[in-house]
Every structure is written in structure tokens, then in C-alpha cells.
């Protein structure tokens, strides 16, 4: 569904990424960790296009979208969802209006067919009857669940997730955890999430790749990156260079 090929990007001469190769199969959760400034999100705007990369290729279901014009990603970002860090809702827009933006921009459906989704994707994520409640009305946990339920409103095969349990307490980021997961299950999409949070990772990864630096360390699978011999992956997963058994076991249980 999605694959980069050797790309670097660079801003006003620093170089953010270099050498990126990473495949995400479809259906598949890839999580992408790694230190603050490290290129995580820039690595997302890559793939939904919004910056193009100094060199390399970025395939999206087959197609390569570097060379892309404008209304060319349009038609890729179609097939995309993104979640955003502080949810980036519309103030001025009631929530139900928030979910069918994207519905009545991009869709020929009639009024009652975009009522019928929103309600539908509401329900999905735990708030069918807030259609009319305005976002700062909401929680920090509400409005991540809205962001999500007009990300996947266009039925997408790809969705974006930018830090989606930031500023959460643990029970909300749970919840939020199994939004994730149980999206994947029910639409099948392909899913990239970007997070400091390792607890989230360990819960909703099929994969996890660290990037350091710019550049990808390490790929693998949860219990890989657990049981990675790489001290930079150590420190970021157990905040210790050289883990022992004691933190392995914290970490794991």
C-alpha cells in the first residue's frame, strides 16, 4: 500500500530525512517512534503528499506521487484520513458538520445520505447523538474521537495518525488505542501512527519503525523492537541504554 524508496529530505538546507526505505503492507499498522525533532511527522506529511521529498520515491497503491500536479494528490488524498495532533477541527462548525466536511466536499451523496454516514460514524466512535454539540464543548478524548470519525467518513484506505493520544490520560489513550485497532478490524485500512507513547505502540503495532536521527534504525515487529540489541533503541523503548531483565519485564507486563 505504501512504500519509500531511498528518500532524503531536506529544509533550508538541513537535512531532516536521509535514506528512507520502508514498506507498509496493506491492512497492516505500522507505528513510527523515535525522539522529538527526530522527522516522524514530516515522514507523514511525505506520504499524504503535502510536502514533496527532496529525492527519492513514495509509491501509494501503486502509484508514485512525487511528480504528482496538486489535483493529481487530490484524487490520492481521496483515499486518505488524516488525524491530527490537536484534532484540527472547524470551531465554527458543529460536530456533525466537522464529520461531513469531507462528505460534501469531495462526494456526490445527497443530504440524507450524508446524515446516514455521520450518524454511522459517530456510533463508531462511541458518540452517536452529538451531531449539534460544538467542539469546545468537548473533552481532549472527544475531539480526538471526532477527528477520527471525519477521518474515516470517506471510507479511506489509508489513515494518518499524528501523535493521537498526546495530551490524554491513560484511560482516554487506551480507549483511543482501541478505536485504532478496532477501525482496522472493521474497514481494513492501513494505518500509520506516530507516537511517543510506547504503551500505545505495544498495543495497536503490527510493526514499529524507530526512526534516529533522520533516519530509520530499526523495523520489527513489537517483540523485535522489545527484544532489540540496538542501544538507541533500548534507551527510547526503556529509557535506559542497556536494559536489564528487571526493566524488559516493567516494560513487557
Known sequence: MIQLTAVDMSIQGNKILQDINLEISTGET???IGPSGSGKSTLLRLIVGLLRPTSGEIW???????????????QIRLRMGMVFQYSALFDSMTVGENVAFGLREHTNLSE???????????RMVGLFGKENVMPNELSGGMKKRVSLARAIAVNPDIILYDEPTAGLDPIMSSKIDRLISSTKRIMGVTSVVVTHHMSSAFNIADRIAMIYGGRIIEV???EEIKQSNNPLVQQFVYGFRTPGTTA???IQS
Do not use: Q
Open 30 to 32: 505500522m507505528v513510527i
Open 248 to 250: 524488559r519485564r516493567r
Open 112 to 122: 440524507e445520505e450524508i446524515t446516514k454516514a455521520v450518524r454511522r460514524r459517530l
Open 60 to 74: 501509494i497503491n501503486g502509484t508514485e506521487i512525487t511528480g504528482l500536479s496538486e489535483n493529481e494528490l487530490n
Open 220 to 222: 520489527g515487529t513489537v
